[in-house]
């Protein structure tokens, strides 16, 4: 029965903001045409379509809030101002009973709050759509916040899958422009984000191995502090570290008035992407200002602080080649670079020709270098690039749609900070100075310290090995002349197979002539 009271209310909702006629609109379908003069009855909405769809989601509760902000990262998918509307969805969800957040810490844990911690806040510092925080502090005096999910999440979250899966086939169903939308995809790849959002230990090992990349022994410590992850008090629907002290990015004129160095801390930031993107190839990636901190301490002043780990991106070895060599051409506005990237990557098609992708591309960047660099988006020349790719039949990687997404929040982030944050003469030198590092003699010398560990392994038994194969006789010969054998009497069997046929053919043939006559 919810299952159809919950399809009802979406419908009723959808009727009142109009998205009937959003998504009708948006495929070019006789049938989708002729039902969006029926409902529109002459009448148009007033209010962008964007705007529409994001109050709806809003209205339809935490998990459709959570859709439309994984929605908006698939800037490759979905159109810009919808994209940009959705990116302001915000988990305003009130908090769930202390009681049973309480009850949850037990169930997890093996004992209530009180007997756990020294001091434990009932009231939560804050809620979102999947947990909230509490504040406490441990027997032995550490400071520590307190993530706890959402009673019963796992199984609204599935009715509610079910439900847009089935929505999802329908889009699907209408038409090309419905297939092209890839909404089963969309839908799947929520189903992903939210499920490992659900797990609460899956976001505490992303959490630390964020502060071991950051450690003290990676000489880049004073850059972001990650919150140290408590291992004895977080399960899979708790999760405690330890509690962080800063101010939230965005109040610029709180961090000028405490002594930071706004420009630096922007340019701080764009290293910091840059420095997970290529050195870690792993980043966090879901870095806007509600999950971006700068300490207020006297001994960190004006370091970042990282919070909530649910979404992560990792990139491969090629990934992260494919990306410097990539931002490295537009640098230096090698279009033709950039299309044998590409060609080269395996995600054009084999037969596509490099001088029409190179005018594609040069169609996408040229536009942007006649701008003062500090107006050059780095995130929008990707987003362009993916949607050019597009039309070339590439399926665009999702780690690298994610990276795209995080790259938008980082040069938001910190043109927020210093309006004049040049992003290229930022990241160009580090670019440049790490492909030196990668492709050099000081790339080499750190390729073979890598493998020697296996190579000290495998040498010494080398001369064996050679010795044991070249003592072995030689089969292929006899492999061949079975080979030939076996397809002879497949020949052999095929002949014998097509006369029987013919043979029945023929008796089947008499028999029906005899029956006639």
């Not at 299952?3 to 495929?27: A, K, M, N, T």
């Not at 630096?264 to 420095?275: H, K, Q």
């Not at 080269?344 to 029409?356: A, H, I, K, M």
């Not at 495998?458 to 492999?479: C, E, G, Q």
């Amino acid at each position: 029965m919810f299952p159809l009271l919950r399809l009802f209310r979406i419908i009723i909702v959808s009727l009142r903001y109009g998205l009937d006629e959003l998504v009708l609109s948006s495929l070019n379908h006789p049938l989708a045409t002729c039902l969006l003069r029926v409902i529109r009855l002459g009448t148009r909405p007033r209010r962008p379509r964007g705007e529409r769809l994001r109050l709806a989601l809003e209205s339809l509760g935490p998990i459709f809030v959570k859709f439309g902000q994984v929605l908006s990262t698939r800037r490759d998918l979905i159109p810009a101002d919808i994209a940009d509307e959705l990116a302001l969805l915000q988990d305003r969800v009130p908090p769930f009973p202390s009681a049973q957040a309480a009850a949850c810490i037990e169930a997890a844990l093996g004992a209530p709050p009180e007997k756990l911690f020294a001091q434990f806040e009932i009231d939560p510092v804050a809620s979102a759509s999947i947990a909230q925080v509490h504040f406490a502090v441990l027997h032995d005096g550490r400071e520590v916040a307190v993530k706890v999910l959402r009673p019963g999440m796992l199984s609204i979250i599935e009715k509610d899958l079910s439900l847009l899966k089935i929505v999802a086939r329908i889009i699907e169903r209408l038409g090309a422009d419905g297939r092209r939308l890839k909404p089963r995809e969309v839908v799947a790849e929520f189903d992903k984000y939210l499920h490992d959002e659900l797990d609460l230990v899956r976001e505490a090992s992303n959490c630390s191995q964020l502060r071991r990349n950051f450690g003290p022994e990676s000489g880049r410590g004073d850059m972001l502090i990650v919150p140290e992850v408590i291992w004895e008090y977080t399960a899979s629907t708790v999760f405690t570290m330890q509690r962080m002290y800063g101010m939230p990015v965005g109040q610029v004129d709180r961090m000028r008035a405490a002594g930071i160095d706004i420009p630096t801390l922007a340019r701080t930031g764009v290293e910091i992407f840059f420095t997970q993107v290529f050195t870690d190839g792993f980043f966090h990636a879901d870095m806007h200002p509600g999950n971006i901190y700068v300490s207020d301490r006297p001994d960190t002043l004006g370091s970042y602080i990282a919070l909530d780990f649910g979404i992560v991106g990792s990139l491969s070895e090629f990934d992260k080649n494919y990306l410097a060599q990539n931002f490295l051409a537009f640098f230096h506005r090698d279009y033709r670079r950039v299309a044998q990237l590409h060609i080269e990557s395996g995600w054009v098609p084999p037969d596509t020709r490099e001088e029409e992708l190179e005018g594609a591309v040069r169609a996408v960047c040229e536009p942007y270098f006649d701008r003062p660099l500090s107006e050059i988006s780095l995130g929008q020349v990707l987003l362009r690039l993916f949607q050019t790719s597009r039309r070339f039949n590439v399926e665009i990687q999702p780690q690298l749609v994610l990276l795209q997404k995080t790259l938008l929040n980082v040069e938001g982030l910190g043109r927020q900070l210093d309006p004049n944050l040049d992003l290229w003469k930022t990241a160009k030198p580090y670019l440049e100075r790490w492909m030196r590092q990668r492709v050099g003699f000081k790339g080499l010398r750190q390729s073979l310290e890598k493998e020697a560990a296996q190579w000290s392994q495998m040498l010494p038994a080398l001369p064996r090995l050679v010795h044991d194969h070249l003592s072995r006789p030689n089969v292929s010969p006899a492999l061949l002349a079975e080979m030939v054998q076996l397809r002879r009497a497949q020949e052999q069997n095929n002949r014998l197979v097509a006369a029987l046929v013919g043979v029945l053919a023929l008796a089947i043939g008499v028999a029906i002539w005899a029956l006639t006559r």
